[in-house]
């Protein structure tokens, strides 16, 4: 039996447009999902007992296939256990072993679909797992890369490597295309985090975005501006320099805004952090509902969340220089 980690992430900036070969940031954050693998005769069993959905705990004990027992959010379980089902295919190739029977068991304190990095998490931390269970011991690189193909396999090929790689590989990551790789010297970024108990459907989130920037030039011009927001933050980053950072992903709210995959409960929370005077306040990973990202070093920002209508939780979170990790 083997356990595995791997953090969830934040976006600091250029999540959507980073699909379309734009450079973004995400950086790794202190929430983890663990996953626990151990080899059986044949077949797949999966326990996921404590993934977070709406607000609700899903007790869940399946094969993969068929469909749980749940009244909420079905379609997040079952993509959850698309990823699981998915990750373990790649766990088999990886160590050669196609016939390899697994139970796989799932908990974590990420919520799922909430931008905060859930199937990134779950996937890199399942591949992981079950390669050790089998013998074999993948690099952190092979692991993201593995974890990409499950992300676009699952989300119809609707994916960038920017969740998967910063997952695996824990601190800030610069992803543009397939250039993917760790910003050093970055250890702590003042993160607040602001939960609407809502999640997105990032696969619909995602092809939104596509379809606007197919039909209009304006909106393609959107994706390219967030690209040079990304640029301009690069220059900062590691500096204290906070109020220029939070001044980008200001600007890079708006802008995904503007794409639609904001959302009043979003806005809601953005906006209450920056009136309790956070440097800069954005949505976080596909949208559409989940969290926000407030970058405030003081509890302004915490405080003045946890009295905001439709914010269901808040709480800082520190970067997390780890990425996956045998438990
Ligand atoms: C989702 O966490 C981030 C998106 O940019 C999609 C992707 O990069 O695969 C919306």
């Known amino acids: 039996m083997v356990t595995s980690s791997a953090p ?9 447009a980073v699909v379309y070969g734009e450079p973004a940031v995400p950086c790794a954050i202190e929430r983890r999902v663990r996953v626990t693998a151990t080899e059986i005769d044949e077949g797949l069993r999966i326990h996921a007992n404590d993934l977070q959905l709406d607000g609700f705990t899903v007790e869940y ?20 256990m698309g ?27 990420i919520p799922l679909g909430a931008g905060l990095g859930s199937s990134a998490a779950l996937v890199v931390a399942a591949i992981d797992a079950a390669t050790r269970e089998l013998g074999v011991e993948l690099s952190a690189s092979e692991i993201a890369d593995r974890a990409y193909r499950v992300e676009h396999e699952v989300q119809d090929g609707q994916a960038s490597r920017a969740d998967t790689f910063c997952s695996a590989m824990g601190g800030a990551v ?37 379809d606007l920037r ?24 590691g500096t204290d320099d906070y109020e220029t950072l939070g001044e980008l992903m200001n600007f890079n709210h708006g802008l ?10 979003l806005d809601s929370m953005v906006w209450a952090a920056r ?27 915490l405080t003045a969340l946890k009295y905001t209508p439709g914010c269901e939780n808040v709480f800082r979170a520190e970067l997390d220089t780890d990425g996956v990790r045998q438990e």
Request: hydrophobic residues 40%; negative net charge; proline residues 2%.
């Open 61 to 80: 004990s399946g094969d993969g296939e068929s469909h749980p027992d749940v009244d909420v959010a079905e379609s997040l379980v079952e993509a959850g």
């Open 275 to 301: 009136d309790a005077d956070a440097h800069g306040a954005k949505l976080t990973g596909a949208g559409g509902g989940g969290c926000i990202v407030a970058l405030d070093e003081t509890d302004d920002a």
């Open 83 to 109: 990823y699981v089902n998915e990750a373990v295919a790649q766990a088999r190739d990886a160590a050669d072993a196609p016939e390899a029977g697994f139970e796989i068991s799932v908990e974590g304190d």
């Open 8 to 16: 969830g992430k934040v976006y600091l900036f250029g999540e959507h």
């Open 256 to 265: 995904l805004s503007a794409l639609g995959v904001s959302s009043r409960s």
């Open 174 to 210: 610069r992803v543009e295309g397939n250039d993917c790789r760790r910003l050093e010297g970055i250890d702590t970024l003042p993160f607040v985090i602001g939960y609407d108990g809502g999640a997105g459907d990032t696969g619909a989130l995602v092809a939104g975005v596509r």
């Open 214 to 237: 197919e039909e209009y030039d304006f909106a393609a011009d959107t994706v390219e501006a967030i690209g040079d927001i990304v640029r301009e933050g690069e220059a900062v980053l």
